[in-house]
């Protein structure tokens, strides 16, 4: 664009250099204002052209195809496939859990909600250590876990009604731990085992009295 500039400021000088009305002049004038005007357009064509566009760094990528920014990881992260699958655990824990609640309290507190073969832990008020009496009904967990040694287990702790929900929940979850530490002393792989803890959202016994309590203070294990 300044070239065309420069090409008019000429033109306007030769006009006033050869406005004397001499014929000759008169040529030479539009000869030289014709090839400006012709000189003009070709670069203004020049300037004008097709510039080759390059692409922003990114574009036509992976992550464009996918629909996200490059900013973001392709791999990874979260998805509807890769949330965890709501109530699985409960599905196949459910029926267990169903059946024990329409037993006797003689059944309950034998057998807690434990798969067969398989017998709860019991805990003092408001401790999470293995009682002297509870060694025995461990010990008998880990020789049963020993036979079946494909299948996972979940310890699920439990804790009576006493106390916020928030403390209920860890008491239950270390109560689980410990008995998941015992059995890996026993011999079961603690990669088998899974600890859960419902705190005092899922009593076995519904009473407010201490016998109601005792047997809700428990770690049950679960088959899988």
């Known amino acids: 664009m300044n070239t065309t500039k420069v090409e008019i400021t000429s ?9 004397t009305g ?3 002049n ?3 004038f539009t000869t030289l204002t014709i090839s400006a005007l012709l000189a003009s357009l ?3 064509g020049a300037g004008c052209s097709k510039k080759t ?9 992976e992550a464009d195809a996918a629909g996200k920014s490059g900013k973001y990881p392709l791999d990874g992260g979260f998805s509807q496939d890769r949330l965890p699958k ?6 196949k824990m459910g029926n267990s859990g169903s059946y024990a609640d329409q037993q006797s309290d003689e059944y309950k507190k034998k057998h807690g909600r434990c ?13 999470a250590g293995i009682r002297p009496d509870m060694v025995p009904v461990i010990t008998r967990n880990a020789e049963y876990l020993k036979t079946v040694a494909g299948k996972r287990v979940v310890l699920e702790g439990n804790t009576d009604e006493r106390g916020t929900n928030e403390y209920n929940m860890a008491l239950g979850e270390r109560r689980a731990i410990n008995v998941q530490q015992y059995l890996t002393n026993m011999g079961i792989d603690a990669q088998r085992m899974q600890t859960l803890s419902y705190g005092k959202e899922k009593p076995l016994f519904t009473g407010h009295d201490e ?9 049950d294990l679960i088959i899988k």
């Open 11 to 19: 033109i306007i000088i030769l006009n006033n250099s050869f406005a």
């Open 53 to 61: 566009v390059v692409p922003p760094e990114g574009s036509g990528s």
């Open 211 to 219: 016998e109601a309590y005792s047997g809700n203070r428990r770690v």
């Open 86 to 91: 709501v109530g699985t655990l409960d599905d």
């Open 115 to 127: 798969s067969d073969n398989l017998f709860p832990i019991y805990f003092d008020f408001d401790q």
């Open 42 to 44: 070709l670069l203004f």
């Open 22 to 24: 001499d014929p000759m």
């Open 26 to 28: 008169t040529r030479i």
